[in-house]
């Protein structure tokens, strides 16, 4: 796999981190980040989500769920979602964030609020190498079942960008092929490390 991939989403823990855990199992130099201040999971209530600071280990979510109310979050699939996140990475990281983490060039978001603050993040950065960067927005509905079929998806879309030698050349061809495949509408975007 020759290009360097990050999955973003609102808070790191569905929608990103299926993508991010499918990707790893395929090979792929894949990381992953939300744009939220705060992580938050689904609590007894709409007015009671469960919220932690970014950086907050996974298992650490996993075990105080687990005391709440283990019946409800593994209902609700939080508990399994958790399981698997701690699999793949130690915390859920902020992408605003993520500097020293070097450069990628292409960057995936499940929401159009997302890909505007990654686009906007990117926009208001010092952009020392000149190095080009790939947006791109697939709309996935925030559960699980939404976020396995837009991970496959997503992992279609990595398998042609890095089949290609250079993405800026056929970037256009690529992602019109997809739409009509796949009936989906990307929204993309070019910024500069």
């Given at each position: 796999?020759?290009?360097?991939?990050?999955?973003?989403?609102?808070?790191?823990?569905?929608?990103?981190?299926?993508?991010?855990?499918?990707?790893?199992?395929?090979?792929?130099d894949v990381a992953s980040y939300g744009t939220g201040s705060h992580v938050k999971l689904p609590g007894p209530s709409l007015r009671e989500p469960n919220v932690?600071?970014?950086?907050?280990?996974?298992?650490?979510?996993?075990?105080?769920?687990?005391?709440?109310?283990?019946?409800?979050?593994?209902?609700?699939?939080?508990?399994?979602?958790?399981?698997?996140?701690?699999?793949?990475?130690?915390?859920?990281?902020?992408?605003?964030?993520?500097?020293?983490?070097?450069?990628?060039?292409?960057?995936?978001?499940?929401?159009?609020?997302?890909?505007?603050?990654?686009?906007?993040?990117?926009?208001?950065?010092?952009?020392?190498?000149?190095?080009?960067?790939?947006?791109?927005?697939?709309?996935?509905?925030?559960?699980?079942?939404?976020?396995?079929?837009?991970?496959?998806?997503?992992?279609?879309?990595?398998?042609?960008?890095?089949?290609?030698?250079?993405?800026?050349?056929?970037?256009?061809?690529?992602?019109?092929?997809?739409?009509?495949?796949?009936?989906?509408?990307?929204?993309?975007?070019?910024?500069?490390?």
């Amino acid at each position: 796999m020759k290009f360097r991939y990050a999955m973003v989403c609102s808070s790191n823990q569905n929608r990103s981190m299926e993508a991010h855990a499918l990707l790893k199992r395929q090979g792929f130099d894949v990381a992953s980040y939300g744009t939220g201040s705060h992580v938050k999971l689904p609590g007894p209530s709409l007015r009671e989500p469960n919220v932690y600071e970014f950086g907050t280990p996974y298992k650490q979510m996993l075990d105080e769920l687990r005391r709440k109310d283990p019946e409800l979050y593994k209902r609700n699939g939080i508990l399994p979602m958790l399981k698997r996140n701690a699999a793949v990475k130690l915390a859920p990281q902020r992408w605003q964030d993520n500097a020293a983490d070097g450069f990628f060039d292409v960057v995936f978001t499940f929401e159009e609020k997302v890909f505007d603050m990654v686009v906007e993040d990117l926009h208001n950065r010092d952009h020392v190498l000149k190095k080009c960067v790939l947006i791109i927005n697939l709309e996935v509905k925030d559960n699980h079942e939404e976020a396995a079929v837009g991970a496959r998806l997503a992992l279609d879309l990595c398998q042609e960008i890095d089949a290609t030698e250079s993405w800026e050349d056929s970037i256009d061809d690529i992602l019109t092929a997809f739409e009509k495949q796949h009936r989906r509408k990307l929204l993309y975007s070019i910024s500069y490390y």
